[in-house]
């Protein structure tokens, strides 16, 4: 009867232990470890470790401290990790020391490229009409660096809310081409500008005046034209110097 009774207590513990491990696992923990460098202070070093994508324990001072939201095993962790002095005082020394140097070591090899400039090239354009009425204006910004720049439709110093923004695309010589588009009513087109803010430009933005846009055809004339008709006078004259006949030309007789 007592040996009936142990195997049923084994068998319950086995069980239990068996569905204990079919809930917890497969778990999952993230550790992040690092430092950060600021201008004119000292570097601040971090170890975090998380439990099943939730906060668990951080690392400060030599010392591990539960997340408030760690709960029970929080704490349970905390008081094993801290067991192990001499591991700990190791760790303090990587992210007081180590990590410091390694940091100021990768910004020395990128300060080239961290510190490169490159202007932007800014022209506007229409693109396909939305609709009767409307015309779809286009900001192309082109051949800058570094990446993070601002492009927007302005009336008079007022942002315009429906201006659209694409994806900073990459060029093959690592500058970067973004376009902002707006919607607008071709009546209520002028007015309208396009301001672009970037670090290389030295706080001096971009503005370029959708008045002073011109469709291609209206510039071809205006510069055509007059050269035509200039033309045609220097032909005339030449052609009156030439046949010598100076009287018909300008009224004067003959020498």
């Known amino acids: ?55 668990l324990t951080s690392f400060q001072n030599t010392s591990w401290w539960p997340s408030p939201k760690g709960g029970r095993r929080a704490q349970q962790v905390c008081t094993v990790f801290n067991q192990y002095h001499v591991v700990n005082v190791r760790t303090q020394a990587q992210i007081d020391d180590i990590c410091p140097h390694f940091l100021l070591g990768l910004l020395d090899a990128g300060k080239t490229d961290l510190q490169r400039q490159v202007r932007p090239e800014a022209w506007l354009s229409t693109g396909p009409s939305p609709g009767p009425g409307h015309l779809l204006l286009v900001c192309h910004v082109s051949g800058f660096y570094p990446k993070p720049v601002w492009v927007t439709w302005m009336r008079g110093d007022q942002d315009h809310q429906g201006t659209r923004r694409g994806d900073v695309l990459p060029h093959a010589d690592g ?29 001096q933005d971009i503005i370029l005046y959708w008045e002073q846009h ?40 003959l020498e």
């Open 214 to 253: 011109r469709p291609v055809g209206l510039v071809f004339l205006a510069v055509v034209v007059p050269l035509v008709l200039l033309a045609g006078l220097a032909f005339w004259l030449w052609k009156c110097w030439k046949s010598h006949w100076r009287h018909q030309c300008t009224g004067l007789p």
């Open 1 to 55: 009867m007592q040996k009936t009774k142990n195997k049923e207590k084994i068998l319950k513990a086995v069980t239990t232990k068996s569905q204990y491990v079919e809930d917890k696992d497969p778990f999952q923990v993230q550790l992040e470890g690092g430092c950060e460098l600021h201008l004119g202070e000292a570097s601040v070093g971090f170890v975090r470790v998380a439990y099943q994508g939730s906060d």
């Open 175 to 203: 500058t970067w081409y973004l376009q902002t588009s707006l919607d607008v009513e071709a009546r209520e087109a002028a007015g309208l500008s396009c301001r672009v803010r970037h670090s290389s430009l030295g706080g």
